[in-house]
């Protein structure tokens, strides 16, 4: 198997407090290989969009590494640390927001492709590759962002990730805020130039289905911590209760609705996370007897790597669908951090 391109080891991340943030992201690990893409899904609050910002260098992890090709992003300072940062370029949820409202497409590109260039013609054949990659006229090079739809701008976010010619896009919600079928585009171009150009790919999405999609691999985060992650289609036969609940919220073929009750319920407040297994207080598949409810609401499961029939993947819960289902599944114990 090919070494991780981009690569968090234990990442603990937060906010405010200097050199003591508030953490809302806790040891999360996540590995993305040459040409893979990786999907990051929970709710809002899950730490998805912190784990982002640790990705491209908008934050500082508080704890852990971030390692790109090999090379610990913490150790960099200066130059160096900046042109590496441009090798894992953001595709934002919000386009209209991270394009200059007073700068041209073109300008837009030519600054991403060069930040010194001073005339805005210098890359015309480069800027007219970049917009036919993203399906785009390059005639359209000259207009400012207002002039596009929402679907377009995201069209030109890409374009300007593309620019720099990225080992690794994170894709934080880039659909969220488009229409179904703008939905399906978006994500049928980012399918598209993931196959031909071989970027890696960290999608990071609240939507299971958009993530099955796109992604051979998931990594479900709840407060902050991951607590499932597995190859794609393993993980519609889900090992943790919470999976199952972002399985069961999905529509149905049938075009039916999931279960209401499911999404329904209110995620804790990740700046104070229940004791012991942070899902316990809306966990329904917890067994239902004093010792289990005791062990889910004192102690906090670890992270355990379990083969499973069909591959492998990784758990925190004290009892796992899958094992309750299956009690001859073996449990691969991993030494406590
Ligand atoms: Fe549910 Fe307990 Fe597993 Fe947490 S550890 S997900 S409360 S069964």
């Not at 993305?32 to 934050?59: D, F």
């Not at 200066?78 to 991270?98: N, T």
């Amino acid at each position: 198997m090919p070494d991780a391109i981009l690569h968090a080891d234990a990442v603990s991340a937060g906010y405010g407090g200097g050199r003591h943030p508030r953490l809302v992201l806790h040891e999360v690990d996540l590995e993305v290989l040459p040409g893979q893409a990786v999907g990051v899904v929970g709710e809002s609050g899950s730490g998805k969009s912190t784990l982002a910002k640790v990705l491209v260098g908008q934050l500082r992890a508080a704890a852990g590494t971030v390692t790109l090709d090999g090379t610990d992003l913490g150790s960099l300072r200066g130059a160096a640390l900046r042109a590496a940062r441009r090798r894992v370029q953001l595709v934002p949820q919000d386009p209209y927001g991270s394009l200059d409202p007073r700068m041209t497409v073109r300008r837009a590109l030519t600054e991403a492709i060069d930040p010194e260039a001073r005339r805005p013609g210098k890359y015309e054949g480069r800027v007219a590759e970049l917009l036919r990659t993203v399906a785009l006229d390059p005639e359209v090079a000259g207009r400012y962002p207002h002039e596009f739809s929402g679907g377009q701008r995201q069209r030109i976010a890409i374009a300007r990730a593309l620019a720099v010619e990225p080992e690794v896009i994170v894709a934080d919600e880039v659909t969220s805020s488009l229409d179904a079928s703008v939905q399906a585009e978006i994500l049928n171009l980012l399918r598209d130039i993931q196959s031909r150009t071989g970027v890696g790919m960290v999608f990071i999405t609240h939507d299971l289905s958009v993530a099955n999609f796109i992604c051979s691999r998931i990594c479900v985060l709840y407060l902050g911590r991951v607590v499932e992650s597995g190859p794609t289609d393993l993980l519609f036969q889900p090992d943790h209760p919470y999976t199952r609940l972002l399985v069961d919220s999905l529509p149905r073929a049938s075009g039916e609705l999931g279960d209401p009750s499911a999404s329904a319920q209110e995620p804790a407040d990740p700046a104070a996370p229940p004791s012991g297994c942070p899902f316990h207080p809306r966990c329904a598949a917890r067994p239902d007897d004093p010792p289990a409810r005791q062990r889910c609401a004192g102690e906090r499961p670890l992270l355990l790597p379990r083969h499973l029939p069909g591959g492998d993947r990784s758990t925190a819960c004290h009892f796992p669908l899958v094992a309750q289902a299956d009690p001859t599944t073996s449990l691969n114990a991993r030494l406590p951090r």
